[in-house]
T-cell receptor
């Protein structure tokens, strides 16, 4: 069974730009969660989607948004990028979001 | 306000010995706990989990212990191997309908010395 895939793996943007990251969950998994990992803060929860609906949201500004499609694939968008948005963005999928989440390799975003 | 704390940023252990990674939490609503291992440039890999109704769960060389009264859990790796060198994250899930986010600690970097 293929794992969680994320594209692109690396991205360099400048302040003020926007970015879209993509995540394809494990086949059959309907829940997709997004996390931001930075050296100082560890993994912080962004949001979780299930059946195309945002079910839970972390404490991030409205510049961070996401969506999920009918095939469970998910995208997250960050608008008006700031230097502090430089991080590893991780996507995780699970059957229904209740138990084990399986992570993708992440997208390394650098904002210059 | 950090609800899941891993107070040791790093740990070094000799190959073959036991590695004990600790995790403390403050939220009494957490009902499910997980450990993940992360290598550089990879996403976290699920290792082992435990429900709050249990106090121990074993899977091969990995055992997780949960002490609810102390709000403390630990991961034991026996025997430790060089391939276990990685960052280990403790995570917790909060009980409640519609609340499926995981709260992570900041990780402990384990180095197993050959």
């Amino acid at each position: 069974k293929a794992g969680v895939t994320q594209t692109p793996r690396y991205l360099i943007k400048t302040r003020g730009q926007q970015v879209t990251l993509s995540c394809s969950p494990i086949s059959g998994h309907r829940s997709v969660s997004w996390y931001q990992q930075t050296p100082g803060q560890g993994l912080q929860f962004l949001f979780e989607y299930f059946s195309e609906t945002q079910r839970n949201k972390g404490n991030f500004p409205g510049r961070f948004s996401g969506r999920q499609f009918s095939n469970s694939r998910s995208e997250m968008n960050v608008s008006t990028l700031e230097l502090g948005d430089s991080a590893l963005y991780l996507c995780a999928s699970s059957l229904d979001g209740r138990n084990e989440q399986f992570f993708g390799p992440g997208t390394r975003l650098t904002v210059l | 306000d950090q609800q899941v704390k891993q107070n040791s940023p790093s740990l070094s252990v000799q190959e073959g010995r036991i590695s004990i990674l600790n995790c403390d939490y403050t939220n009494s609503m957490f009902d499910y706990f997980l450990w993940y291992k992360k290598y550089p440039a990879e996403g976290p890999t699920f290792l082992i989990s435990i429900s709050s109704i249990k106090d121990k769960n074993e899977d091969g060389r990995f055992t997780v212990f949960l002490n609810k009264s102390a709000k403390h859990l630990s991961l034991h790796i026996v025997p430790s191997q060089p391939g276990d060198s990685a960052v280990y994250f403790c995570a917790a899930r909060e009980l409640g309908a519609g609340s499926y986010q995981l709260t992570f600690g900041k990780g402990t970097k384990l180095s197993v010395i050959p």
